[in-house]
């Protein structure tokens, strides 16, 4: 081969290469932001849940059904971390007739920070499993908590 085939060649790699990067960022981007939306309504149906006037409303099995609602959606897209600890808060559901506050939120927490990490964002300071991410919604949070800040 001489010089022209070579950067001839170069350049079809060089597109090819090229071409399949754009199509994974192009990935990226769409699972990012399908990531984001199944993870708001999340948060959003928790938080809804945890307001002042449903607390207790709410039985364990109408909790389970609306949150596997939520299981079709991050199935195919959720880092492993969301996936596990999702599967933690579910179990507990399951597994017990009544929640304790305590443990439950820890375990919507945790879901919380993982889901955040796989979105890009930090948890520094935020607790061992994400709790200070719901210290506005607890006006005795420090009572129920012990977490430290700088975790």
Not at 42 to 60: E, H, P, W
Not at 77 to 103: G, R
């Amino acid at each position: 081969m001489n010089g022209v085939a070579y950067s001839i060649a170069g350049l079809i790699i060089g597109y090819l290469i090229k071409y399949g990067l754009d199509k994974r960022q192009q990935f990226i981007a769409k699972n990012a932001e399908i990531k984001r939306i199944a993870y708001s309504e999340l948060v959003v149906f928790i938080l809804d849940t945890m307001s002042q006037d449903k607390i207790g409303k709410m039985s364990n099995k109408n909790m389970a059904v609306r949150l596997n609602s939520f299981y079709s959606k991050y199935i195919l897209y959720a880092s492993q971390e969301v996936v596990i600890a999702y599967a933690d808060l579910m179990q507990y559901i399951y597994k017990n007739s009544t929640m304790d506050s305590v443990i439950t939120t820890k375990l919507m927490t945790k879901v919380f920070k993982f889901m955040r990490k796989d979105i890009g964002l930090r948890n520094y300071m935020l607790g061992s499993d994400g709790e200070l991410l719901l210290r506005a919604k607890f006006n005795d949070f420090d009572n129920l908590f012990e977490v430290k800040k700088d975790e």
